[in-house]
């Protein structure tokens, strides 16, 4: 054993000897950090303490004053918030942990004759009034665990700086400077760390392909083109990061962005040929590694992955009897399937026994879905979203939810 590897099993040591950090532990470091520049006669033991809690993890950073942007009245106000009226949603969309922090939609802007620009327009939850505010300013959004922060790009892709946008104001509290260019980002699932993918080039660029079934030209990632270079860690509380470079993918195409795995020591991408959407896991320094075993099945397009609890394992569409889709649900260590639930695709757990998902329009012929509340065990879904206004020459209409828990 080296020494690198000695210092590293002694913290891994005395980490599982610590409580684990709740979830928003980063959120209410930096919501500290705001309250702090609002008060001009802050004492220096009040300070002394604040930091103390801070290394603790001690929920003392979360204290419901006057100026505490976590809005409860909001965001933790009933289990379900449905407005099965709004496509696109004007108001909050939840059901139990998890919350519509966002959504986007993308329109193609040519470049060239054969080459084009995919760019995202988002709006966001303004965690004060609960409503999807339009911003923009930003070409990638992650919303952090909490919902007051989220990692924001600038516009032109790869980005040399990730911002960190206050929900409840709109303001970029700080910049974090990046060593390789980034067009990639999400958090951990407690918070605390940013994974930013690394790319040579704009990964939502675009060329003119034939589609199969209509012979017509589309819109479509360049074929053989893969500007992914690797991947930066980065603590949001600090700032710093390391980067690790993984090796070009010929078979990956665009976009291909990494995400941190449930424990959050390892990272996952996707798998691009014979094992399409199943996931290649690979640990800080960007060598590919085994997957945990509760992770070894998931498959990489299915965005609600394991249960909270960690006993289920969301899995992909695998019926539509009389235009009722259905996915499957499976246990993450065998891959045997449990059950099956209403939607077509699995978008998040709202607690152990319930999901959101897309639900397809049974009497539609083209792809409408809306969202939905579905719960394993039963046939009854609650509808939260109106049905997604579809056409196939027009798809920058359709928009795309974005995630994070309360």
Do not use: C
Request: avoid cysteine.
């Amino acid at each position: 054993m080296n020494v690198e590897e000695l210092v590293r099993d002694t913290l891994r040591e005395q980490a599982a000897q610590q409580p684990p950090v709740p979830p928003g532990f980063a959120d209410r470091v930096l919501g500290v950090r705001r309250r702090r520049r609002t008060r001009r006669l802050a004492s220096v033991a009040v300070a002394a303490a604040a930091v103390v809690a801070v290394g603790a993890g001690v929920p003392l950073l979360d204290s419901g004053g006057k100026s505490d942007v976590r809005p409860s009245r909001v965001l933790y106000s009933g289990d379900v918030r449905a407005h099965p009226d709004q496509s696109p949603p004007r108001d909050l969309i939840g059901a139990g942990k998890s919350v519509l922090a966002a959504y986007y939609t993308t329109r193609v802007v040519p470049q060239t004759a054969g080459l084009a620009i995919g760019e995202r327009t988002y709006r966001l939850l303004n965690s004060r009034t609960g409503r999807y505010e339009k911003d923009t300013r930003w070409s990638v959004v992650a919303v952090a665990p909490g919902l007051r922060t989220a990692a924001v790009l600038e516009r032109k892709l790869p980005a040399a700086r990730i911002g960190l946008l206050d929900l409840a104001t709109g303001e970029v509290e700080r910049w974090i400077p990046v060593s390789h260019g980034v067009a990639g980002l999400a958090f951990s699932r407690d918070g605390s760390r940013l994974v930013a993918t690394t790319y040579s080039g704009n990964p939502d660029t675009f060329a003119k392909i034939a589609n199969a079934h209509t012979g017509r030209f589309v819109w479509g990632p360049r074929f053989g083109s893969t500007p992914r270079t690797g991947f930066e860690i980065l603590d949001v509380v600090s700032g710093r990061g390391t980067w690790a470079r993984v090796a070009p993918d010929r078979a990956v195409q665009g976009r291909e962005d990494f995400a941190f795995g449930r424990a959050g020591d390892l990272l996952y991408g996707r798998v691009v040929g014979p094992r399409d959407g199943m996931e290649q896991f690979y640990d800080g320094a960007g060598r590919k590694v085994a997957a945990p075993g509760n992770e070894r099945r998931l498959r990489w397009d299915v965005g609600a992955r394991l249960s909270p609890d960690g006993q289920l394992a969301a899995w992909g569409l695998v019926a539509e009897p009389h235009g009722t889709s259905y996915s499957s649900i499976r246990d993450p260590l065998t891959g045997r399937e449990i059950t099956r639930v209403r939607g077509a695709e699995l978008l998040a757990w709202a607690d152990d026994k319930r999901l959101i998902a897309w639900e397809r329009d049974p009497h539609a012929e083209l792809y409408r879905p809306r969202l939905v509340l579905v719960t394993i065990g039963s046939t009854k879904v609650v509808p939260l979203s109106g049905y997604q206004n579809w056409d196939e020459d027009h798809p920058s209409g359709y928009w795309q939810p974005v995630f994070a828990e309360r």
